[in-house]
């Protein structure tokens, strides 16, 4: 059964601390991962990521996939109170065919930023 | 661009009725997807659709249908809704191998 795995389940940090999120997965024929940012309704997208080793950076937020361990990490450094969301891991995993863009979701990580 | 755009935004239903969620996307997207998000469970998938005309289920289809006349909509219905279905509903698109939008969910309880 294809699954993904977010750790840790919850998290409390300070303003300007940095945050690592870890987001493991097991599926079959894996396409890509992707990131997303929850706040208080729809959950926006991060990053997509498909290559091993390969850093996507947007501002102060970067992560990176090592799809020989299966997991990617989220980074975010000098955090804000803004940041506080639920952070989201979800993979596309294929089954043949044509590709579906469908996506198996972690629990995700609730991130609060105290100021 | 209002990207995806769901109706209504809240909905108190009796167990036993019936209603119809509404997916609207003003971006071209093939894809469409419905999802429902529930405390401790992530995002779960409903239902999905590749192109107009076009559904198939995802991970937890039973209770629904769905409906894709038009490119731009995809409709969710529950036939007999049931307390079970009291969660938190999200419609995405996306294009093939692009990232699915989400719109900003409709809060649904049944009682």
């Known amino acids: 059964e294809d699954k993904v795995v977010q750790s840790p389940l919850s998290l409390v940090v300070h303003e300007g601390d940095t945050v690592t999120l870890n987001c493991s997965y097991e599926?079959?024929?894996?396409?890509?991962l992707l990131w997303y940012k929850q706040e208080k309704k729809a959950p926006t997208f991060l990053f997509m990521l498909?290559?091993?080793?390969i850093e996507k950076k947007s501002g102060r937020l970067s992560s990176i996939l090592d799809k020989k361990e299966l997991f990617s990490i989220l980074n975010i450094t000098a955090t804000q109170t803004g940041d506080s969301a639920i952070y989201l891991c979800?993979?596309?995993?294929?089954?043949?065919?044509?590709?579906?863009?469908?996506?198996?979701f972690g629990t995700g990580t609730l991130l609060a930023v105290q100021p | 661009n209002a990207g995806v755009t769901q109706t209504p935004k809240f909905r108190v239903l009796k167990t036993g009725q019936s209603m119809t969620l509404l997916c609207a996307q003003d971006?071209?997207?093939?894809?469409m997807y419905w999802y429902r998000q529930d405390p401790g469970m992530g995002l779960r998938l409903i239902h999905y659709?590749?192109?107009?005309?076009?559904?198939a289920k995802g991970e937890v289809p039973d209770g629904y249908n769905v409906s894709r006349l038009k490119k731009q909509n995809f409709l969710l219905g529950l036939e007999s809704a049931a307390p079970s279905q009291t969660s938190v509903y999200f419609c995405?698109?996306?294009?093939?191998?692009?990232?699915?939008?989400f719109g900003d969910g409709t809060r649904l309880s049944i009682l």
């Open positions: 659709s590749v192109g107009e005309g076009t559904t």
């Open positions: 979800a993979v596309e995993a294929g089954r043949g065919g044509g590709a579906t863009n469908k996506l198996i």
């Open positions: 995405a698109s996306s294009y093939s191998g692009g990232p699915q939008h």
């Open positions: 498909t290559s091993s080793g």
């Open positions: 971006m071209n997207h093939e894809y």
């Open positions: 599926v079959t024929n894996f396409r890509s």
